[in-house]
């Protein structure tokens, strides 16, 4: 049963919005990763958002592509990951977990094994970066049979007649791009989508959670303003991983002062 409509109801009651970090699993290492989302969990990240490793990571800017490397030359394998996600779900279990992939990953295993395989790792949602609106109903059918929210982008200038598609097809949120091109901090966020955000809760679709050049609270506060349930940071989390790989203690110190001032512009 997905864990994200307790988690936005929570939040609504308190007035706030969630903030969501994104981190590639098995980077720089499994146990390192592991690591690294205990300590986003101990600083009061509403929910997670996960990627499993892969050598073609389309969306993502340069920050993210080189965490997928670093895991991947680490020797990193799905089935790693799945087993990191069984840790992760067993040790929270009421922490919403989402996992954002791409075509190929999913493909291979075939698309019913692969999410069976999510749910048994108690993952509530899966995001598939590559696919668009047009042909995303097997996954997001798939996802349904199995217990698991399809999660769909809703990107900039989408016409009405798409964001009434991605409305009908998602499950769990609706991931709303805040500009054109791939993830990164380095570029920032376009908020200017409360149009977008109006449009998809209009057609009924699930809340609408932010995401792309996420990288300081001003932002997460500017996405609350325009009516998002939440914030998704990936690069810059990602970002202060790779800045400390060699001291792992100032990497949790980093990524836990960023994490609690991301919170605290949720709230």
Same mark, same amino acid.
């Given at each position: 049963?997905? +864990? ?7 939040? +609504? ?7 969501? *970090?994104?981190?590639?699993? /098995? ?11 205990? !300590?986003?969990?101990? @600083? ?8 499993? *490793? &892969? @050598?073609? *990571?389309?969306?993502?800017?340069? !920050?993210?592509?080189? %965490? ?29 977990? /989402?996992?954002?992939? $791409? ?10 094994? &692969? ?6 790792? =108690? ?5 598939? %970066? ?8 097997? &996954?997001?059918?798939?996802? +349904? ?13 989408? @016409? ?12 769990? $949120?609706?991931?709303? #791009?805040? +500009? ?7 570029? %920032?966020?376009?908020?200017?989508? =409360?149009? #977008? ?12 959670? #932010? =995401? ?43 990524? @836990? ?11």
């Amino acid at each position: 049963m997905s +864990r994200y409509p307790a988690m936005f109801k929570r939040l +609504r009651a308190e007035s706030a919005a969630a903030f969501i *970090p994104f981190v590639v699993l /098995g980077d720089p290492d499994l146990k390192t990763s592991r690591e690294i989302i205990e !300590t986003l969990i101990s @600083s009061g990240v509403d929910a997670l958002e996960l990627g499993i *490793p &892969f @050598s073609d *990571p389309i969306a993502d800017g340069p !920050t993210i592509q080189q %965490a997928a490397v670093r895991a991947l030359e680490g020797g990193v394998t799905p089935q790693q990951c799945w087993t990191l996600l069984e840790e992760v779900r067993a040790a929270h279990p009421d922490v919403p977990i /989402g996992l954002l992939v $791409y075509a190929n990953l999913v493909a291979h295993a075939r698309l019913d094994r &692969f999410y069976a395989r999510a749910a048994e790792a =108690g993952v509530d949602s899966v995001l598939v %970066a590559d696919v668009p609106t047009a042909e995303a109903e097997p &996954f997001a059918q798939a996802a +349904r049979d199995a217990g698991v929210d399809p999660v769909l982008i809703a990107p900039p200038n989408a @016409s009405d007649d798409r964001l009434r598609r991605i409305a009908a097809l998602s499950a769990g $949120y609706t991931y709303v #791009v805040t +500009r054109a091109g791939v993830t990164g901090a380095e570029q %920032a966020a376009t908020l200017d989508r =409360g149009a #977008v955000i109006e449009r998809l809760i209009a057609h009924g679709a699930p809340p609408p959670v #932010v =995401g792309f050049g996420i990288s300081t609270p001003e932002h997460v506060r500017a996405a609350r303003a325009l009516g998002a349930a939440g914030a998704i940071s990936g690069s810059a989390v990602v970002a202060r991983i790779s800045e400390h790989l060699g001291d792992p203690a100032r990497m949790h110190d980093a990524l @836990s002062s960023f994490a609690r001032q991301m919170r605290a512009g949720a709230r």
